[in-house]
Protein backbone atom coordinates (compact mmCIF):
# COMPACT_ATOMS: atom_id res chain seq x y z
CA UNK A 1 0.00 0.00 0.00
CA UNK A 2 1.57 3.46 -0.91
CA UNK A 3 1.60 5.88 1.55
CA UNK A 4 -0.88 8.28 0.27
CA UNK A 5 -3.45 5.36 0.39
CA UNK A 6 -2.48 4.49 3.97
CA UNK A 7 -3.15 7.63 5.37
CA UNK A 8 -6.43 8.04 3.12
CA UNK A 9 -7.11 4.91 4.40
CA UNK A 10 -6.86 5.76 7.92
CA UNK A 11 -8.71 9.13 7.57
CA UNK A 12 -11.65 7.17 6.14
CA UNK A 13 -11.45 5.09 9.76
CA UNK A 14 -10.79 7.85 11.46
CA UNK A 15 -13.72 9.86 10.14
CA UNK A 16 -16.32 6.70 8.85
CA UNK A 17 -16.27 5.48 12.74
CA UNK A 18 -18.86 7.50 13.94
CA UNK A 19 -21.08 6.73 11.59
CA UNK A 20 -20.99 2.96 12.42
CA UNK A 21 -21.88 3.86 15.90
CA UNK A 22 -24.92 5.73 14.94
CA UNK A 23 -27.63 4.38 12.55
CA UNK A 24 -30.33 6.96 12.33
CA UNK A 25 -30.41 10.51 13.91
CA UNK A 26 -29.19 10.90 17.54
CA UNK A 27 -30.79 13.65 18.83
CA UNK A 28 -28.73 15.87 21.12
CA UNK A 29 -29.68 17.29 24.06
CA UNK A 30 -27.55 19.40 26.27
CA UNK A 31 -28.95 19.80 29.30
CA UNK A 32 -27.56 20.67 33.29
CA UNK A 33 -25.81 18.44 35.82
CA UNK A 34 -28.73 19.20 37.80
CA UNK A 35 -31.59 17.88 35.67
CA UNK A 36 -28.70 15.02 34.64
CA UNK A 37 -27.63 13.74 38.49
CA UNK A 38 -31.21 13.98 39.79
CA UNK A 39 -32.01 10.80 37.97
CA UNK A 40 -34.83 12.15 35.76
CA UNK A 41 -33.85 11.57 32.58
CA UNK A 42 -33.27 7.89 32.59
CA UNK A 43 -37.17 7.92 32.86
CA UNK A 44 -38.27 10.60 30.57
CA UNK A 45 -35.82 9.41 27.85
CA UNK A 46 -36.10 5.70 27.28
CA UNK A 47 -39.98 6.55 27.24
CA UNK A 48 -39.35 9.11 24.68
CA UNK A 49 -37.25 6.70 22.59
CA UNK A 50 -39.94 4.12 23.25
CA UNK A 51 -42.51 6.19 21.72
CA UNK A 52 -41.23 7.77 19.15
CA UNK A 53 -38.10 5.48 17.82
CA UNK A 54 -35.86 8.65 18.18
CA UNK A 55 -32.59 8.18 20.57
CA UNK A 56 -31.23 11.04 22.44
CA UNK A 57 -27.87 11.67 23.56
CA UNK A 58 -27.62 13.74 26.83
CA UNK A 59 -24.54 16.13 27.37
CA UNK A 60 -25.06 17.64 30.95
CA UNK A 61 -23.07 20.95 31.89
CA UNK A 62 -23.82 23.85 33.33
CA UNK A 63 -26.30 25.86 32.03
CA UNK A 64 -24.01 28.38 30.97
CA UNK A 65 -22.16 25.93 29.00
CA UNK A 66 -25.49 24.40 27.97
CA UNK A 67 -26.50 27.64 26.35
CA UNK A 68 -23.22 27.83 24.60
CA UNK A 69 -23.34 24.59 23.50
CA UNK A 70 -26.36 25.96 21.84
CA UNK A 71 -25.08 29.43 20.67
CA UNK A 72 -22.53 27.42 18.71
CA UNK A 73 -25.20 24.69 17.23
CA UNK A 74 -23.48 21.63 19.15
CA UNK A 75 -26.49 19.88 19.73
CA UNK A 76 -30.16 20.71 19.14
CA UNK A 77 -32.58 20.97 21.87
CA UNK A 78 -31.58 22.88 25.13
CA UNK A 79 -32.89 21.85 28.83
CA UNK A 80 -32.24 24.07 31.16
CA UNK A 81 -33.02 26.16 34.34
CA UNK A 82 -32.18 29.95 33.87
CA UNK A 83 -35.54 31.66 32.73
CA UNK A 84 -34.13 34.64 31.84
CA UNK A 85 -31.38 33.77 29.78
CA UNK A 86 -33.31 31.15 27.94
CA UNK A 87 -35.82 33.89 27.11
CA UNK A 88 -32.74 36.08 26.32
CA UNK A 89 -31.64 32.70 24.16
CA UNK A 90 -34.65 32.60 22.06
CA UNK A 91 -34.91 36.63 21.35
CA UNK A 92 -31.71 36.58 19.85
CA UNK A 93 -32.48 34.09 17.35
CA UNK A 94 -30.91 31.30 18.63
CA UNK A 95 -33.58 28.79 20.28
CA UNK A 96 -36.95 28.66 17.90
CA UNK A 97 -39.00 29.10 21.24
CA UNK A 98 -39.31 27.88 24.55
CA UNK A 99 -41.54 25.43 26.38
CA UNK A 100 -41.72 25.77 30.23
CA UNK A 101 -41.93 21.94 31.43
CA UNK A 102 -41.36 21.54 34.93
CA UNK A 103 -40.05 23.07 38.25
CA UNK A 104 -38.57 21.98 41.17
CA UNK A 105 -36.95 24.45 44.25
CA UNK A 106 -33.62 25.36 45.68
CA UNK A 107 -32.73 24.32 49.29
CA UNK A 108 -30.44 25.57 51.49
CA UNK A 109 -28.70 22.89 53.58
CA UNK A 110 -26.11 22.52 56.19
CA UNK A 111 -24.51 20.67 58.72
CA UNK A 112 -26.55 19.30 61.86
CA UNK A 113 -24.19 21.22 64.25
CA UNK A 114 -25.65 24.33 61.94
CA UNK A 115 -23.05 27.14 63.27
CA UNK A 116 -25.22 29.94 61.53
CA UNK A 117 -27.94 29.07 63.31
CA UNK A 118 -30.29 28.99 59.89
CA UNK A 119 -32.35 25.89 60.95
CA UNK A 120 -35.99 26.27 59.98
CA UNK A 121 -35.74 29.86 58.84
CA UNK A 122 -37.94 30.46 55.94
CA UNK A 123 -36.22 33.80 54.64
CA UNK A 124 -33.42 32.02 52.10
CA UNK A 125 -32.20 35.96 51.77
CA UNK A 126 -31.72 36.24 55.86
CA UNK A 127 -30.22 32.94 55.81
CA UNK A 128 -27.32 33.91 53.62
CA UNK A 129 -26.62 36.92 55.77
CA UNK A 130 -26.29 34.71 59.17
CA UNK A 131 -24.31 32.83 56.87
CA UNK A 132 -21.66 35.46 55.97
CA UNK A 133 -21.62 37.38 59.05
CA UNK A 134 -20.28 33.74 61.14
CA UNK A 135 -18.14 33.30 58.14
CA UNK A 136 -19.64 29.45 58.13
CA UNK A 137 -17.89 27.80 55.21
CA UNK A 138 -20.34 28.36 52.16
CA UNK A 139 -19.45 26.12 48.98
CA UNK A 140 -20.30 27.98 45.90
CA UNK A 141 -20.85 26.12 42.40
CA UNK A 142 -19.04 29.18 41.01
CA UNK A 143 -19.61 27.57 37.70
CA UNK A 144 -21.88 30.42 35.72
CA UNK A 145 -24.98 27.48 36.01
CA UNK A 146 -28.53 28.31 36.64
CA UNK A 147 -27.79 27.31 40.77
CA UNK A 148 -25.01 29.63 40.66
CA UNK A 149 -27.03 32.89 38.88
CA UNK A 150 -29.52 31.98 41.75
CA UNK A 151 -27.32 31.77 44.07
CA UNK A 152 -25.65 35.64 43.46
CA UNK A 153 -29.26 36.93 43.26
CA UNK A 154 -29.75 35.82 46.88
CA UNK A 155 -26.79 37.07 47.90
CA UNK A 156 -27.58 40.39 46.19
CA UNK A 157 -30.81 40.41 48.46
CA UNK A 158 -29.30 39.38 51.47
CA UNK A 159 -27.72 43.06 51.72
CA UNK A 160 -24.04 41.43 52.58
CA UNK A 161 -21.21 43.63 51.24
CA UNK A 162 -20.32 41.74 48.17
CA UNK A 163 -17.28 42.13 46.65
CA UNK A 164 -17.01 41.66 42.91
CA UNK A 165 -13.98 40.66 40.56
CA UNK A 166 -13.65 41.38 37.13
CA UNK A 167 -11.46 39.32 34.34
CA UNK A 168 -11.21 41.09 31.40
CA UNK A 169 -11.06 39.22 28.01
CA UNK A 170 -11.29 39.99 24.33
CA UNK A 171 -14.29 38.79 22.38
CA UNK A 172 -14.12 39.57 18.24
CA UNK A 173 -11.17 41.95 19.26
CA UNK A 174 -13.38 43.85 21.36
CA UNK A 175 -12.82 43.98 24.89
CA UNK A 176 -15.64 42.26 27.12
CA UNK A 177 -15.03 41.78 30.99
CA UNK A 178 -16.66 38.96 33.11
CA UNK A 179 -17.96 39.35 36.70
CA UNK A 180 -17.95 37.52 39.63
CA UNK A 181 -19.87 38.38 42.74
CA UNK A 182 -19.18 36.64 45.91
CA UNK A 183 -19.68 37.81 49.62
CA UNK A 184 -15.83 38.09 50.50
CA UNK A 185 -14.00 35.43 52.30
CA UNK A 186 -12.65 34.19 49.16
CA UNK A 187 -11.03 30.73 49.30
CA UNK A 188 -11.16 30.82 53.27
CA UNK A 189 -15.05 30.49 54.15
CA UNK A 190 -16.27 31.24 51.05
CA UNK A 191 -15.22 28.21 48.62
CA UNK A 192 -16.08 28.96 45.25
CA UNK A 193 -15.40 25.53 43.57
CA UNK A 194 -16.63 25.89 40.07
CA UNK A 195 -18.25 22.06 39.57
CA UNK A 196 -21.46 20.66 39.19
CA UNK A 197 -24.10 19.88 41.71
CA UNK A 198 -23.17 16.26 42.78
CA UNK A 199 -19.48 17.82 43.54
CA UNK A 200 -20.57 20.78 45.21
CA UNK A 201 -22.54 18.14 47.51
CA UNK A 202 -19.98 15.97 48.45
CA UNK A 203 -17.49 19.10 48.77
CA UNK A 204 -19.82 20.61 51.43
CA UNK A 205 -20.21 16.89 52.59
CA UNK A 206 -16.40 16.75 53.10
CA UNK A 207 -15.98 20.26 54.87
CA UNK A 208 -19.31 19.70 56.70
CA UNK A 209 -20.47 23.55 55.39
CA UNK A 210 -23.56 24.96 53.72
CA UNK A 211 -24.30 24.99 50.29
CA UNK A 212 -27.50 25.49 48.08
CA UNK A 213 -28.89 23.11 46.15
CA UNK A 214 -31.68 22.19 44.03
CA UNK A 215 -34.04 19.81 45.69
CA UNK A 216 -33.59 17.05 43.14
CA UNK A 217 -30.00 16.50 42.92
CA UNK A 218 -30.40 16.87 47.24
CA UNK A 219 -32.66 14.06 47.41
CA UNK A 220 -30.52 12.16 45.23
CA UNK A 221 -27.73 12.38 46.89
CA UNK A 222 -29.22 12.34 50.10
CA UNK A 223 -31.30 8.77 49.88
CA UNK A 224 -30.22 7.62 46.16
CA UNK A 225 -27.19 6.23 47.32
CA UNK A 226 -25.76 3.41 49.63
CA UNK A 227 -23.42 6.27 51.31
CA UNK A 228 -25.74 9.40 52.07
CA UNK A 229 -24.86 12.49 52.82
CA UNK A 230 -25.36 13.55 56.70
CA UNK A 231 -26.07 17.47 55.04
CA UNK A 232 -29.84 18.50 55.80
CA UNK A 233 -32.02 20.91 54.45
CA UNK A 234 -31.83 24.13 57.02
CA UNK A 235 -34.29 26.97 55.03
CA UNK A 236 -36.84 25.73 52.16
CA UNK A 237 -40.28 26.95 51.17
CA UNK A 238 -39.04 30.49 50.03
CA UNK A 239 -41.12 31.80 46.98
CA UNK A 240 -37.46 32.80 45.96
CA UNK A 241 -36.26 29.46 45.72
CA UNK A 242 -39.17 28.60 43.08
CA UNK A 243 -36.78 26.99 40.02
CA UNK A 244 -38.46 26.67 36.51
CA UNK A 245 -37.43 24.21 33.94
CA UNK A 246 -37.52 25.16 29.77
CA UNK A 247 -36.95 23.01 27.02
CA UNK A 248 -35.81 24.88 23.93
CA UNK A 249 -35.15 23.59 20.57
CA UNK A 250 -32.38 25.34 18.40
CA UNK A 251 -33.99 27.65 15.79
CA UNK A 252 -33.78 25.92 12.26
CA UNK A 253 -33.69 28.94 10.62
CA UNK A 254 -30.08 29.87 12.04
CA UNK A 255 -28.86 26.18 12.66
CA UNK A 256 -29.83 24.28 9.14
CA UNK A 257 -28.44 21.42 9.90
CA UNK A 258 -30.07 20.62 13.45
CA UNK A 259 -32.70 17.57 13.65
CA UNK A 260 -35.16 20.47 14.36
CA UNK A 261 -38.00 17.97 13.72
CA UNK A 262 -36.61 15.82 16.31
CA UNK A 263 -35.82 18.08 18.69
CA UNK A 264 -39.77 19.90 18.15
CA UNK A 265 -41.09 16.09 18.55
CA UNK A 266 -38.96 15.99 22.14
CA UNK A 267 -40.14 19.04 23.42
CA UNK A 268 -43.58 18.50 22.48
CA UNK A 269 -43.77 15.25 23.85
CA UNK A 270 -42.36 16.99 27.39
CA UNK A 271 -45.56 18.74 27.81
CA UNK A 272 -47.74 16.10 26.87
CA UNK A 273 -49.83 14.64 29.45
CA UNK A 274 -47.97 11.33 29.19
CA UNK A 275 -44.10 13.31 29.95
CA UNK A 276 -46.04 15.44 32.92
CA UNK A 277 -47.67 12.84 34.50
CA UNK A 278 -44.12 10.72 34.63
CA UNK A 279 -42.67 13.64 35.96
CA UNK A 280 -45.20 14.20 38.62
CA UNK A 281 -44.75 10.52 39.36
CA UNK A 282 -41.08 10.68 40.07
CA UNK A 283 -40.02 9.67 43.03
CA UNK A 284 -36.62 10.20 45.02
CA UNK A 285 -36.69 7.81 48.18
CA UNK A 286 -40.66 8.19 47.94
CA UNK A 287 -40.33 11.92 47.60
CA UNK A 288 -41.25 13.97 44.61
CA UNK A 289 -38.71 15.78 43.46
CA UNK A 290 -40.47 17.61 40.31
CA UNK A 291 -43.58 19.32 39.31
CA UNK A 292 -45.04 19.59 36.27
CA UNK A 293 -45.83 22.80 34.71
CA UNK A 294 -47.87 22.05 31.41
CA UNK A 295 -50.09 19.94 32.72
CA UNK A 296 -54.06 20.56 32.20
CA UNK A 297 -52.71 23.64 29.76
CA UNK A 298 -52.66 21.47 27.00
CA UNK A 299 -56.25 20.81 26.22
CA UNK B 1 -9.85 32.42 13.09
CA UNK B 2 -10.94 34.96 15.62
CA UNK B 3 -11.17 33.04 18.30
CA UNK B 4 -7.65 32.22 18.64
CA UNK B 5 -6.81 36.12 18.02
CA UNK B 6 -9.04 36.66 20.37
CA UNK B 7 -7.69 34.01 22.97
CA UNK B 8 -4.18 35.17 22.14
CA UNK B 9 -5.32 39.04 22.94
CA UNK B 10 -6.55 37.93 26.15
CA UNK B 11 -3.65 36.30 27.10
CA UNK B 12 -1.42 38.61 26.70
CA UNK B 13 -4.09 41.59 28.38
CA UNK B 14 -4.35 39.47 31.54
CA UNK B 15 -0.28 38.67 31.83
CA UNK B 16 -0.34 42.89 31.17
CA UNK B 17 -2.61 44.14 33.04
CA UNK B 18 -1.87 42.07 36.40
CA UNK B 19 -4.58 40.09 36.53
CA UNK B 20 -4.80 39.38 40.49
CA UNK B 21 -6.97 35.94 39.57
CA UNK B 22 -4.77 35.11 37.33
CA UNK B 23 -1.76 35.65 39.34
CA UNK B 24 -3.30 33.90 42.09
CA UNK B 25 -3.83 30.59 40.38
CA UNK B 26 -0.34 30.47 38.70
CA UNK B 27 0.97 31.35 42.09
CA UNK B 28 -1.02 27.86 43.75
CA UNK B 29 -0.03 25.97 40.35
CA UNK B 30 3.68 26.46 40.19
CA UNK B 31 3.54 26.35 44.29
CA UNK B 32 2.07 22.97 44.48
CA UNK B 33 3.84 21.83 41.25
CA UNK B 34 7.46 22.91 42.51
CA UNK B 35 6.86 21.29 45.77
CA UNK B 36 5.82 18.07 44.52
CA UNK B 37 8.71 17.78 42.02
CA UNK B 38 10.67 18.43 44.76
CA UNK B 39 9.89 15.95 46.80
CA UNK B 40 9.09 13.11 44.53
CA UNK B 41 12.91 14.13 43.55
CA UNK B 42 14.17 14.15 46.60
CA UNK B 43 12.76 10.16 46.83
CA UNK B 44 13.20 8.96 43.47
CA UNK B 45 16.99 9.67 42.96
CA UNK B 46 18.40 8.13 45.74
CA UNK B 47 15.47 5.17 45.05
CA UNK B 48 16.94 5.18 41.06
CA UNK B 49 20.56 4.41 43.03
CA UNK B 50 19.38 2.43 45.57
CA UNK B 51 17.65 -0.15 42.90
CA UNK B 52 20.95 -0.43 40.06
CA UNK B 53 23.48 -0.37 42.85
CA UNK B 54 22.08 -2.83 45.41
CA UNK B 55 21.43 -6.30 44.39
CA UNK B 56 18.15 -7.49 46.45
CA UNK B 57 15.61 -10.10 45.34
CA UNK B 58 13.04 -8.76 43.09
CA UNK B 59 15.02 -6.08 41.20
CA UNK B 60 13.67 -6.61 38.62
CA UNK B 61 9.94 -7.01 39.32
CA UNK B 62 10.79 -3.57 41.35
CA UNK B 63 11.83 -2.04 37.65
CA UNK B 64 8.91 -3.51 35.86
CA UNK B 65 6.61 -2.44 38.45
CA UNK B 66 8.38 1.12 38.41
CA UNK B 67 7.69 0.86 34.77
CA UNK B 68 4.31 0.16 35.16
CA UNK B 69 3.27 2.61 37.16
CA UNK B 70 4.31 5.37 35.34
CA UNK B 71 1.24 4.39 33.30
CA UNK B 72 -1.34 5.27 36.65
CA UNK B 73 -3.98 7.35 35.30
CA UNK B 74 -4.58 10.20 37.65
CA UNK B 75 -8.05 9.62 38.21
CA UNK B 76 -6.77 6.36 39.36
CA UNK B 77 -4.39 7.67 41.87
CA UNK B 78 -7.13 10.48 42.67
CA UNK B 79 -9.68 8.37 44.00
CA UNK B 80 -7.24 6.29 45.80
CA UNK B 81 -6.05 9.14 47.90
CA UNK B 82 -9.88 10.27 48.33
CA UNK B 83 -10.67 7.23 49.76
CA UNK B 84 -7.70 7.38 52.59
CA UNK B 85 -8.41 11.68 53.18
CA UNK B 86 -12.75 11.61 53.22
CA UNK B 87 -14.49 12.38 56.34
CA UNK B 88 -15.19 8.57 56.35
CA UNK B 89 -11.96 7.58 55.24
CA UNK B 90 -8.82 6.38 57.02
CA UNK B 91 -7.02 9.54 58.11
CA UNK B 92 -10.21 11.34 57.82
CA UNK B 93 -9.65 13.34 61.08
CA UNK B 94 -6.62 15.03 59.52
CA UNK B 95 -8.90 17.31 57.47
CA UNK B 96 -6.49 16.96 54.64
CA UNK B 97 -9.01 16.68 51.43
CA UNK B 98 -9.63 19.51 49.45
CA UNK B 99 -6.29 21.25 50.39
CA UNK B 100 -2.84 22.08 48.65
CA UNK B 101 -1.27 19.01 50.85
CA UNK B 102 -3.83 16.54 49.39
CA UNK B 103 -2.82 17.67 45.88
CA UNK B 104 0.78 17.33 46.65
CA UNK B 105 0.23 13.92 48.13
CA UNK B 106 -1.00 12.58 45.11
CA UNK B 107 1.10 13.74 42.36
CA UNK B 108 4.34 13.05 44.12
CA UNK B 109 2.44 9.13 43.98
CA UNK B 110 2.19 10.20 40.30
CA UNK B 111 5.45 11.21 39.40
CA UNK B 112 7.40 9.24 41.68
CA UNK B 113 7.74 6.66 39.29
CA UNK B 114 8.44 9.30 36.64
CA UNK B 115 11.45 10.65 37.91
CA UNK B 116 12.75 7.09 39.43
CA UNK B 117 12.64 5.39 36.06
CA UNK B 118 14.02 7.91 33.98
CA UNK B 119 16.99 8.27 36.70
CA UNK B 120 17.29 4.61 36.55
CA UNK B 121 17.86 4.82 32.83
CA UNK B 122 20.25 7.95 33.32
CA UNK B 123 22.53 6.27 35.86
CA UNK B 124 22.58 2.67 34.50
CA UNK B 125 23.61 4.16 30.95
CA UNK B 126 27.25 5.53 32.95
CA UNK B 127 29.80 3.74 32.13
CA UNK B 128 30.58 0.56 35.18
CA UNK B 129 34.29 2.14 35.71
CA UNK B 130 33.95 5.07 36.73
CA UNK B 131 32.01 3.47 39.87
CA UNK B 132 34.72 0.74 40.05
CA UNK B 133 37.56 3.50 40.12
CA UNK B 134 36.10 5.14 42.79
CA UNK B 135 35.52 2.21 44.72
CA UNK B 136 39.07 1.19 44.20
CA UNK B 137 40.54 5.17 45.05
CA UNK B 138 38.71 4.06 48.75
CA UNK B 139 35.63 5.82 48.04
CA UNK B 140 32.78 5.22 50.40
CA UNK B 141 29.66 4.01 48.64
CA UNK B 142 27.55 6.99 48.85
CA UNK B 143 31.11 9.10 47.51
CA UNK B 144 31.06 6.50 44.56
CA UNK B 145 27.28 7.29 44.05
CA UNK B 146 27.99 11.22 43.65
CA UNK B 147 30.81 10.54 41.41
CA UNK B 148 28.11 8.63 38.58
CA UNK B 149 25.54 11.11 40.17
CA UNK B 150 28.02 13.13 38.42
CA UNK B 151 28.44 12.00 35.46
CA UNK B 152 24.78 11.33 34.57
CA UNK B 153 23.50 15.02 36.34
CA UNK B 154 22.26 16.41 32.57
CA UNK B 155 19.85 13.24 32.06
CA UNK B 156 18.97 12.97 35.60
CA UNK B 157 17.85 16.96 34.89
CA UNK B 158 15.70 15.74 32.12
CA UNK B 159 14.01 13.11 34.22
CA UNK B 160 12.96 16.12 36.76
CA UNK B 161 12.29 18.41 33.64
CA UNK B 162 9.77 15.26 32.86
CA UNK B 163 8.51 14.84 36.38
CA UNK B 164 7.30 18.59 36.05
CA UNK B 165 6.38 18.23 33.11
CA UNK B 166 3.73 15.49 33.94
CA UNK B 167 2.62 17.24 37.18
CA UNK B 168 1.74 20.95 35.52
CA UNK B 169 -0.41 19.97 33.26
CA UNK B 170 -1.96 17.04 35.47
CA UNK B 171 -6.10 18.06 35.89
CA UNK B 172 -7.31 14.61 37.56
CA UNK B 173 -5.58 15.26 40.66
CA UNK B 174 -5.72 18.66 41.23
CA UNK B 175 -9.50 18.70 40.50
CA UNK B 176 -10.72 15.48 42.61
CA UNK B 177 -7.88 16.18 45.80
CA UNK B 178 -7.78 20.06 45.22
CA UNK B 179 -11.23 20.44 44.37
CA UNK B 180 -10.75 23.65 42.21
CA UNK B 181 -11.64 26.25 45.24
CA UNK B 182 -10.97 29.49 44.17
CA UNK B 183 -8.27 31.49 45.68
CA UNK B 184 -6.91 27.86 47.31
CA UNK B 185 -6.55 24.98 45.43
CA UNK B 186 -7.73 26.51 41.79
CA UNK B 187 -4.84 25.48 39.26
CA UNK B 188 -4.15 26.14 35.56
CA UNK B 189 -5.48 23.62 34.23
CA UNK B 190 -8.55 23.06 36.72
CA UNK B 191 -9.27 26.71 35.81
CA UNK B 192 -9.32 25.80 32.17
CA UNK B 193 -11.37 22.74 32.95
CA UNK B 194 -13.65 25.44 34.34
CA UNK B 195 -14.06 28.10 31.88
CA UNK B 196 -14.88 25.24 29.17
CA UNK B 197 -17.91 24.16 31.43
CA UNK B 198 -18.75 27.33 31.68
CA UNK B 199 -18.75 27.78 27.91
CA UNK B 200 -16.08 30.80 28.33
CA UNK B 201 -13.32 29.42 25.35
CA UNK B 202 -11.91 32.31 24.98
CA UNK B 203 -10.63 32.84 28.72
CA UNK B 204 -9.81 28.91 28.66
CA UNK B 205 -7.44 28.96 25.82
CA UNK B 206 -5.66 32.28 27.23
CA UNK B 207 -4.93 30.30 30.38
CA UNK B 208 -3.80 27.44 27.78
CA UNK B 209 -1.01 30.23 26.32
CA UNK B 210 -0.13 31.01 29.70
CA UNK B 211 0.44 27.40 30.56
CA UNK B 212 2.59 27.27 27.67
CA UNK B 213 4.31 29.93 28.30
CA UNK B 214 5.19 28.97 31.41
CA UNK B 215 6.18 25.89 31.13
CA UNK B 216 8.38 27.27 28.61
CA UNK B 217 9.98 29.63 30.67
CA UNK B 218 10.50 26.53 33.26
CA UNK B 219 12.32 24.72 30.70
CA UNK B 220 14.36 27.15 29.20
CA UNK B 221 15.85 27.55 33.47
CA UNK B 222 16.05 24.11 33.74
CA UNK B 223 17.97 24.02 30.07
CA UNK B 224 20.26 26.98 31.82
CA UNK B 225 21.03 24.82 34.37
CA UNK B 226 21.82 21.60 32.38
CA UNK B 227 24.28 23.84 30.04
CA UNK B 228 26.52 24.90 32.97
CA UNK B 229 26.19 21.36 34.66
CA UNK B 230 27.36 20.59 31.23
CA UNK B 231 30.62 22.81 31.05
Redesign the interface.
Known amino acids: MSMRRYIAFSLFLVFASPAWAAGGVVLKMATTTSTENSGLLDVLIPAFTEETGIRVKVFAKGTGAALRDGMDGNVDVVFVHARKREERFVAEGYGAYRLGVMHNDFVILGPGRDPAGIKGMSQAALAFRKIAETRSHFVSRGDDSGTHTKEQALWRASGVHLSRKTTEIFRKGKKRTLTFLYPGGLGRWYLSIGQGMGKVLTFAEEKQAYTFSDRGTYLKFRYGRRQGLDLGILCQGDPVLYNPYGIIPLNPKRFPHVAFRQADRLARWLVSPHAQRLIAGYRIAGRQAFFPDALGNER | M ?1 FL ?3 L ?2 AV ?2 LW ?1 L ?4 YTVIFVSLKVSLTSTLLASLLGIPAAFFVVFKEFRGKRAAMTILNTLMALPTVVIGLLVYAFL ?3 GLLGSLNL ?2 TQTAMVIGQVILIFPIATSLTIAAIARVDRRYRMTALTLGATPVQAAVVVFREARFAVVAAVIAAFGRVISEVGIS ?1 MLG ?6 T ?1 TMT ?2 MA ?1 E ?8 GV ?1 LGLVLLFLSFSVNVFFHYLQGRSRA
Open positions: SADSLSHLSDPDLSRRLYMGNAKGYRTALYDKGEFVLA
